[in-house]
């Protein structure tokens, strides 16, 4: 937008000044050429009286040696010639078309426009003889030489004049549109600040840029305010929801298991049917309060280790053995293409979120398949060979609830993808879903150190 400002600008000013500049310079033009003309044409009367004097009394010589002093002094061609087109003095000047003229009874009355480009020289012609009776003609060969070089001087002056002046007015420009467009750079660089996560993000009021734009500033900070104290108030419900539930839910599921006995042979699958939509609840409730803690960045636990990343996935093998499945894991980069691992630790982001992609893989590759936790030049991924998604589903997978069309009767709440986002956005890192190759799921995390 300041370049547009800056644009709109600068052809105003430019029109501006040329409206102004290119006037000038051509008024200044016609009035050097006027200047010309006027002090050519004294000369060229003077010559007039002393030709029809001399061709008056059949005497030119005084004349011949006047023209001749002229030229000498002046470098300016004269030639006079009577009425019949004999020439009486001088020589080198004669044009056809101003001479006729004058000998019609009119004079010169003007030139061509002088300009820097030219022209070179130009011709004044004035008759001889009083009143009606023309005898003859005066033609002069002016030199534009003197002239050109005044007009180029003042040419030169106002472009020059003129360049500054629009240096300045773009200077001035690009100020005025920069106090104009503060608050709008410092809305974008709130609503961006916002969209990463940060909602404590707010306009700094400085005091800077139009009045109208200030008030859009705090209105938006007021905005801001509201929806971010409406999102905390929702997350602490969510939290407090969950927190409160818990509890019930453990003291139902007790008094369940306590009913166990009491229960009759035909009514022991409902019981264990009631017993399991119980203990769903409560792995809702407990992933609900985990993305609570999350979305609100109070579960924001000490970096790990890479030893204890690999204690911790070391757990994963019994779940995966019980479940016929095999878990490979490669933390070392050992490979003959691998970079050494970065010294610094790992997020403990990185560890929760390998957690969710083992659970969900163990819960959707069938029996028999691999299972690939890799570490790589700051990049995690846990890559199965089981069923995978379809590439319009990734974006849709990491929301809340979803649910794959084809594994709604497997045991989950849909939101361990949406936990695990949470949990790389707060970490600062990139979590990504990818069709494995030649089917499966990779879920790949890519840490701050890449």
């Known amino acids: 937008m300041q370049l547009r400002i800056l644009g709109v600008y600068t052809v105003l000013i430019a029109c501006l000044v040329t409206a102004l500049a290119v006037p000038f310079s051509l008024a200044y033009s016609s009035h050097r050429t006027g200047k010309l003309l006027l002090e050519r044409r004294a000369d060229a009367t003077r010559f007039s009286e002393l030709a029809d004097q001399a061709i008056r009394d059949g005497d030119t010589s005084g004349l011949v040696q006047e023209v001749s002093r002229y030229e000498e002094l002046y470098g300016t061609k004269v030639e006079i010639r009577d009425r019949d087109g004999r020439r009486v003095a001088g020589g080198g000047a004669w044009s056809k078309e101003p001479a006729e003229r004058a000998l019609s009874g009119r004079t010169t009355a003007g030139l061509p426009l002088v300009t820097p480009f030219g022209p070179a020289s130009a011709v004044v012609a004035e008759p001889v003889g009083r009143d009606a009776q023309v005898s003859g003609v005066v033609v002069m060969k002016v030199s534009t030489a003197a002239a050109r070089r005044d007009v180029t001087l003042v040419w030169a002056a106002v472009a020059g004049g003129s360049v500054v002046a629009v240096l300045c007015a773009l200077i001035a420009a690009r100020r005025l549109a920069r106090w104009i467009l503060r608050p709008v750079t410092e809305l974008d660089l709130t609503t961006r600040a916002i969209a990463e996560g940060r909602m404590d993000a707010r306009v700094r009021d400085g005091g800077r840029g139009p009045a109208e734009l200030r008030l859009l500033e705090r209105r938006f900070n007021a905005m801001a305010d509201a929806v971010s104290a409406a999102l905390e108030r929702q997350r602490a419900f969510v939290a407090d929801a969950s927190h409160e539930l818990r509890t019930p839910l ?164 849909g939101l361990g993808l949406a936990i695990a986002s949470e949990l790389a956005r707060a970490a600062d890192c990139e979590l990504s879903l990818r069709p494995a190759t030649p089917h499966g799921l990779v879920v790949e995390v890519r840490l701050p150190e890449a």
């Open 250 to 413: 453990t003291v139902l599921s007790l008094r369940l298991e306590n009913l166990e006995p009491h229960l009759t042979e035909d009514g022991s699958l409902e019981f264990a049917e009631a017993l399991a939509e119980v203990d769903r609840l409560g792995r809702l409730m407990e992933d609900l309060l985990t993305l609570a803690r999350v979305e609100a960045g109070t579960a924001a636990p000490e970096p790990i280790a890479r030893a204890a990343l690999r204690g911790r996935l070391a757990i994963w093998h019994e779940v995966y053995a019980a479940r016929e499945l095999t878990l490979t894991v490669e933390l070392d980069d050992t490979g003959p293409s691998a970079a050494p691992l970065p010294a610094a630790p790992l997020p403990a982001a990185a560890a929760r979120i390998a957690d969710i992609a083992l659970d969900n893989a163990a819960k959707f590759v069938p029996p028999g398949g691999t299972v690939t936790v890799r570490l790589e030049q700051g990049v995690l991924r846990i890559a199965d060979d089981g069923p995978g998604l379809e590439p319009d589903q990734f974006e849709a997978a990491l929301g809340r609830f979803w649910r794959s069309p084809g594994h709604g009767n497997l045991p989950g709440s």
